[in-house]
């Protein structure tokens, strides 16, 4: 049986427990023990796939096809813990398959309550995540802050499973936050304390504090912490402000962190080895000797975590250049409203996410017309790549009203299509093209020299394709489709030739990028981005 680690969140929301949860995993697997992360997510959303950016950030797509948490991009990042739609439950997942037992009749006349019913339900979910695998620690971080009603079963349950399982399988580890009041000048740790009080009133008590604050805590400050919390003084982990996020891994392992988890899991101690991600990640992402500027032309831009995946990869990238990466955010209404130049002057590179719905769209053909026509490298993502199509077919073909049916239903150039099993579609849930798909690279193409392999696979979440019928039209003009599903039906990457470096994809190649092993489209565009830097600078 593996041993558990719950995370839990305290006083506040937006403290990182996502980057905690997996830089605890990093630390732990670089000892070499074998780890699976999930999340469980107090809202009644199935999934976050029907939910808006602006409410939830991004959505992140794993192999398997589940639409889940952002925090499973952090996981995949930072570890190798293999990601399944086991790894991301939310209540309206319980609570589904409860109602659904329900009217199988499967209680046998029972009243079908929270506590045990529902209770039951998160505890066997919590167990599916690594039964029938080698797993040795499952680390599972639990949404919200404590305090919250929606979070309360998920608590009660890990209570339940925690007394269960008996002490030394199963520990708490509570991030809270320990505020510097400016006026005072004193950290404070009342927050922390009550915290930490109202876990216990629900009869949890956590074994490590993990504290983000602005500065290191004191020794005197963590006693006291450590003392009113009813934690061993070692186990009061400062976690303040880092340069980069990559590092917090390193900064738990120099307080011992790895130790206090052998100790209190009752496990013989491996000493994490972290010199690998110290050398190849955080050395390099902290001294790179050039910059470069990247610009993303997309509609939720006031929100970091709607593009976290794009940002990371992008950082990624930036790592594996030598490069300061200096990410411009531009909403696509602004271009529309105001002309790209005015917006694209001067940067190195041009990306286009994904993203639906009419909103901004011209303002996003706008910014690739520039790409394309001033030659800056271009990089378009799922909605960029339709866009680039669109593009293209305007201003290259002359179907001057080329358009997608989803913002023109009654386009007479549909260049971008819905396949006929999509139109049949109802619910909007989990209903897209969703997971990995294999794709076939042409050789010769920008995309096959930057995978350097005939055959990949990548995730997908849209449901509109580029529609085959103008594949020839579009070829004529100089449109390369460089990859497409192995049966040659859809159109998977395009390319515009004779351009220096104007790729885009179907897919989603950000979630698959780490930190250590940048992905090969986000490489090598912005590799390309240096080089046209180089060739206004010189
Ligand atoms: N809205 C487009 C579609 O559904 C693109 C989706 C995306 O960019 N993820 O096909």
């Known amino acids: ?20 949860s997996a830089s605890i995993g990093k630390l732990l697997e670089s000892t070499g023990l074998k780890i699976t992360i999930q999340k469980c ?47 991301n439950i939310t209540t309206g997942k319980i609570y589904h398959s409860v109602i659904l ?40 971080e639990i ?104 590092e917090v891994p390193l900064l738990f392992k120099k307080q011992g962190l790895d130790k206090i988890v052998f100790r209190l899991l009752d496990l013989r101690y491996k000493e994490a080895d972290l010199k690998e991600w110290q050398n190849r990640v955080v050395k390099r992402a902290l001294h790179p000797s050039k910059k470069v500027t990247i610009a993303v032309v997309g509609k939720y831009m006031e929100l970091n ?5 794009i940002y990371e990869a992008l950082k990624h990238a930036g790592v594996a250049n030598d490069a300061k990466m200096d990410i411009k955010k531009i909403d696509s209404e602004d271009i529309e409203e105001k002309g790209a130049e005015k917006f694209l002057k001067g940067v190195d590179g041009i990306l286009v996410p994904g993203g639906f719905g009419t909103r901004g769209i011209e303002g996003k053909i706008k ?21 680039a199509v669109i593009e293209f077919a305007r ?15 009654s386009t007479p150039a549909p ?24 794709c076939k690279l042409k050789k010769g193409t920008k995309s096959y020299e930057a995978y350097g392999r005939e055959k990949i696979s990548e995730r997908h979440r849209h449901r509109y394709e580029f529609d085959i019928h103008y594949k020839r039209s579009m070829e004529k003009e100089g449109l390369v489709i460089s990859g497409a599903s192995p049966d040659l039906r859809l159109v998977e990457m395009i390319e515009v030739a004779g351009h220096p470096w104007f790729v885009a994809c179907q897919f989603h190649p950000e979630f698959k990028s780490k930190p250590d092993d940048c992905h090969p489209l986000f490489r090598n565009f912005v590799r390309a981005a240096l080089i046209y830097q180089k060739t206004y600078t010189a």
């Open 305 to 309: 975590d709607a593009y976290k995946s």
């Open 395 to 409: 201003n290259a073909c002359g179907l001057k009203k080329a358009n997608s049916t989803e913002f023109d239903k």
């Open 143 to 246: 949404g919200g802050t404590v305090g919250d009603i929606e979070s309360l079963p998920f608590l009660e349950a890990i209570r339940q499973f925690k007394q269960h399982v008996g002490r030394g399988n199963a520990i708490n580890i509570h991030l809270t936050l320990v505020p510097y009041i400016k006026a005072a000048q004193e950290v404070k740790t009342k927050p922390t304390q009550h915290s930490v009080g109202k876990l216990r009133e629900i009869g949890i008590v956590p074994e490590i504090l993990i504290c983000r604050t602005e500065k290191a805590l004191s020794k005197k400050v963590k006693e006291k912490i450590g003392l009113f919390c009813n934690v061993d003084e070692d186990a009061v982990i400062d976690a303040p402000d880092v340069r980069d996020v990559y």
């Open 101 to 140: 037992k329900e009217r199988r009749g499967d209680y046998l006349g029972a009243t079908v309550q929270v506590v045990p019913h529902i209770t039951n339900e998160i505890i066997s979910h919590i167990k599916k995540v690594s039964s029938g695998k080698d797993i040795d620690i499952v680390i599972c």
């Open 367 to 387: 910014a690739i017309k520039f790409a394309r026509e001033k030659k800056i490298p271009f990089f378009g993502i799922c909605l960029g790549m339709q866009c």
């Open 415 to 438: 260049v971008i299509s819905l396949l006929e099993e999509q139109k049949r579609v109802k619910d909007m849930g989990a209903t897209m093209r969703l997971g990995a798909y294999p």
């Open 41 to 87: 997510d107090p809202y009644i959303n199935v999934d976050p796939g029907t939910m808006n950016p602006f409410q939830h950030g991004e959505v992140y797509v794993i192999d398997d096809g589940a639409e889940t948490d952002l925090d499973l991009g952090h996981y995949e990042r930072y570890t190798n813990a293999l990601m399944t739609r086991e790894n």
């Open 1 to 20: 049986m593996p041993k558990y680690i719950f995370i839990t969140g305290g006083v506040i929301s937006s403290l990182g427990k996502g980057i905690t």
